[in-house]
């Protein structure tokens, strides 16, 4: 399945009187049937002020449907206030970013927690996969913390100039997903 997902209660996070963030339910889509190849699409919508609902996502189909023709897609809709039981995948809990290592380049990181992170053992297969629309991404590591369960990644984006970069992340284990995916819309 895919969706949006409110994991963040704490009203201290938001410092929101009107919008009341932290009371915004999930929602999570699980497809019925056969939705053929494909990828969940992340959507904001350019806005001027931070309490539109500007973020979405949507299925995409990886085969264009032809113009005029019909197709449908059968689906159940979760709304609720915790994240729906997920495999053993590790989620996100944290990214930062930061100047990178030479001018115009962003070093980020991002945390991923696992109940599974508990040793080398449980993590020798782990291997981070990072792109960007646009530029170039540079010197992807994985950073252990085994104390905590969670696996920081850490790289430098280089824009090559480009004012606008989609940056996606996801850990794989032995050639699977094995984490949530992590979605950045990274503008100059």
């Known amino acids: ?18 919008k009341l963030f932290e009371r915004r339910p999930s929602l999570w889509i699980e497809p019925i049937g056969d939705w053929a190849e494909g990828a969940v699409q992340l959507l904001e919508i350019p806005s001027t002020n931070e309490t539109n609902p500007n973020i ?8 264009q449907i032809a ?3 019909q197709t449908s897609f059968a689906l159940r809709q979760f709304w609720t206030w915790s994240a729906p039981d997920r495999p053993d995948d590790a989620t996100i809990q944290l990214t930062r970013t930061g100047h990178g290592s030479v001018q115009d380049r962003r070093r980020f ?3 991923f927690s696992s109940s ?5 053992a449980a993590i020798a297969g782990i291997s981070a996969a990072a792109s960007t629309s646009k ?3 540079l010197d992807v590591r994985l ?3 085994l104390e905590r369960k969670s696996l920081r990644v850490t790289f430098e984006l280089d824009p090559a100039g480009e004012p606008l970069c989609e940056l996606h ?3 794989m284990e032995n050639g699977k997903t094995a984490s949530e995916t992590w979605l950045y819309r990274w503008t100059s």
Do not use: M, N, T
């Not at 399945?1 to 009107?18: I, N, T, V």
């Not at 979405?56 to 085969?63: D, E, F, G």
């Not at 599974?116 to 080398?120: E, I, P, R």
């Open 1 to 18: 399945g895919f969706g949006l997902l409110q994991r963040l209660r704490d009203p201290l996070a938001y410092q929101d009187d009107d």
């Open 56 to 63: 979405l996502a949507y299925w995409r189909p990886k085969a």
């Open 67 to 69: 113009a005029g023709s």
């Open 109 to 111: 990181l991002v945390e």
């Open 116 to 120: 599974k992170f508990v040793d080398q």
């Open 135 to 137: 530029g170039k991404i």
């Open 143 to 145: 950073v252990p913390h």
């Open 169 to 171: 992340l996801v850990l």
